[in-house]
């Protein structure tokens, strides 16, 4: 198992890095102040409007990098200071999170293929632990338990890697609309991209380190069997 911790420390170490860097980014990005003089949310509104949306409410909601869209009440939530801000991180956070509630609206293939795994990936991330330490433990006896965790992991990996296009879609989304509406000038555009590239680069330290630890427990039950 050793080298299992190791995988497992080594993206948890990268995974707060990111985190991190993430934070600083937005702390830094959030002292550029849009030219525009626009919010949060009246970036978020125009966007909606400009591509024909009229049901989804664009609403504050408390914490720090809260923001996400609820397909489910079609509401486009955003953190206090990207509601109120009116700097490149805000601009970026609230086009980003339009871009979902856009790809919602033309029924974009890989959001419908993810929203369609949320309940069955929620069970398996709950259980997931519990069954896992059991088939390693009791491998010899039980083989069967380590291949039940195998096949949560494959459901839970499938999840992180659909998350990938979903989010570098509403980024490009986002960023191809802020570009041709003149919403940020061109410092603030890169501030917003850059912003969002560290974003992204959380779902894809994620989906590694699924992938990663899928590889390990099919290693581990084809050297049990």
Not at 1 to 12: N, R
Request: proline letters at 3%.
């Amino acid at each position: 198992m050793p080298f299992y911790y190791l995988i497992g420390i080594a993206f948890a170490l990268l995974g707060l890095w990111v985190q991190s860097r993430l934070k600083s980014k937005f702390a830094e990005y959030s002292k550029v102040t849009l030219g525009s003089g626009l919010s949060g949310r009246e970036i978020a509104e125009r966007m909606l409007a400009d591509h024909g949306i009229r049901d989804v409410k664009v609403i504050s909601v408390q914490g720090q990098l809260t923001d996400h869209y609820n397909p489910v009440n079609r509401t486009v939530n955003l953190s206090e200071d990207v509601y109120h801000g009116r700097n490149a991180a805000s601009a970026a956070v609230a086009a980003h999170e339009c871009g979902h509630a856009v790809q919602h609206h033309t029924a974009y293939v890989w959001l419908g293929f993810r929203s369609k795994l949320v309940p069955a990936v929620s069970v398996a991330s709950n259980i997931l632990p519990w069954i896992l330490m059991a088939g390693v433990l009791l491998i010899s006896s039980f083989p069967q338990l380590l291949l039940g965790a195998i096949l949560l992991q494959v459901g839970v990996t499938l999840f992180t890697l659909v998350t990938l296009p979903v989010e570098y879609d509403a980024s490009k989304r986002a960023m191809a609309w802020i570009q041709s509406k003149g919403i940020a000038q061109p410092r603030e555009y890169e501030a917003a991209k850059d912003a969002l590239d560290w974003a992204a680069r959380t779902y894809l330290v994620a989906a590694l380190a699924a992938v990663a630890q899928l590889v390990y427990l099919i290693m581990i039950y084809s050297r049990r069997r």
